[in-house]
């Protein structure tokens, strides 16, 4: 079982920056991949980024290419990302994910576990 809490949403005009964190527990992370999606009403769970835990590696949506940076914090069991210069189409909860492969799937259904969520408010 992996555990995972999120926390760093809030509000903020746009432009303006926010950084999500990810606390993961209850196994070691190697091998496996985290991410980040997010989900407005009525939409499906939209692939944000991911990391392969081991190494490093990341993989970015298009839409926040060049503005979100996600990294990891090894001793913490932290993944971490950098919302920059934020829009209100990235209004969305966001939520922390974690997947038994280092391929850094894009699709929800390939992934094993998830937290509880977090709002990310970006007013124009």
């Known amino acids: 079982q992996v555990q995972l809490v999120e926390a760093g949403g809030g509000l903020v005009q746009a432009g303006g920056s926010l950084r999500l964190s990810c606390a993961a527990s209850?196994?070691?992370?190697?091998?496996?991949?985290m991410a980040w999606f997010r989900q407005t009403p009525g939409k499906e769970r939209e692939f944000v980024v991911a990391i392969t835990w081991s190494s490093g590696s990341t993989a970015y949506a298009d839409s926040v290419q060049g503005r979100f940076t996600i990294s990891r914090h090894i001793a913490k069991n932290t993944v971490l990302v950098q919302m920059n210069n934020l829009k209100p189409e990235d209004t969305a909860v966001y939520y922390c994910?974690?997947?038994?492969?280092?391929?850094?799937?894009?699709?929800?259904?390939?992934?094993?576990?998830w937290g509880q969520g977090t709002q990310v408010t970006v007013s124009s």
């Open positions: 994910a974690a997947a038994a492969t280092w391929r850094r799937p894009r699709l929800p259904g390939e992934y094993n576990y």
């Open positions: 209850g196994r070691t992370l190697n091998g496996w991949t």
